[in-house]
């Protein structure tokens, strides 16, 4: 079990386990169940044999409560799930952000320049030689010799070795 999962705000926001969930739902779907048979018996009319109504009043009280904890309960795993995704987002945008701390000081220390580390950015998005031209208006042999620049600076001979050198860091500073 991973550090994380075992805090006590993930165990927080597990606080529903999937039986729970389960005969939450079971109920909920007797609920519907009652409430629908009630109403097809008022609409079409059946006979059924009278149950007294104290007995009646009991079951379409548990079908309104067993209803209402699907409601509490939804809205609390619905609450969680946000919770979740905005740590997912933070998490994301913290990744980003070292990611570029990453970036930043590589270039730095290979000495880029400028039009260097544009095109090495460029690079590492996946982005082809001819789109990099395009979006710099350069010539395509312009950034082919950068490229190159900067692959020979970085001790590299292409961009997948390039991009390892950042993917190595990373997990090295998550580790």
């Known amino acids: 079990m991973s550090q994380h999962a075992s805090s006590p705000r993930a165990r927080r926001l597990t606080v529903f386990n999937p039986a729970t969930i389960a005969l939450v739902v079971l109920i909920q779907v007797i609920c519907v169940g009652?409430?629908?048979y009630e109403i097809l018996i008022s609409v079409v009319g059946f006979q059924v044999e009278p149950i007294s109504w104290q007995i009646h009043e009991f079951i379409e009280i548990a079908a309104a409560i067993g209803l209402l904890v699907?409601?509490?309960?939804?809205?609390?795993?619905?609450?969680?799930?946000?919770?979740?995704?905005?740590?997912a987002e933070d998490a994301l945008r913290s990744a980003s952000g070292a990611f570029m701390d990453v970036l930043?000081?590589?270039?730095?220390?290979?000495?880029?320049?400028?039009?260097e580390r544009?095109?090495?950015?460029?690079?590492?998005?996946?982005?082809?030689?001819?789109?990099?031209?395009?979006?710099?208006?350069?010539?395509?042999?312009?950034?082919?010799?950068?490229?190159?620049?900067?692959?020979?600076?970085?001790?590299?001979?292409?961009?997948?070795?390039?991009?390892?050198?950042?993917?190595?860091?990373?997990?090295?500073?998550?580790?």
Not at 70 to 87: D, E, F, K, N, W
């Open 70 to 87: 699907g409601l509490i309960m939804g809205a609390q795993v619905l609450r969680q799930s946000a919770q979740r995704t905005r740590r």
């Open 34 to 36: 009652v409430f629908t």
């Open 118 to 175: 544009d095109v090495a950015l460029f690079a590492i998005k996946g982005t082809s030689t001819q789109e990099i031209a395009d979006l710099r208006n350069t010539a395509e042999g312009t950034v082919k010799a950068q490229t190159n620049a900067i692959y020979r600076k970085a001790g590299v001979t292409g961009r997948p070795q390039l991009l390892s050198l950042f993917i190595e860091d990373l997990l090295e500073v998550d580790a």
């Open 104 to 115: 930043e000081e590589k270039f730095g220390d290979w000495g880029l320049t400028p039009a």
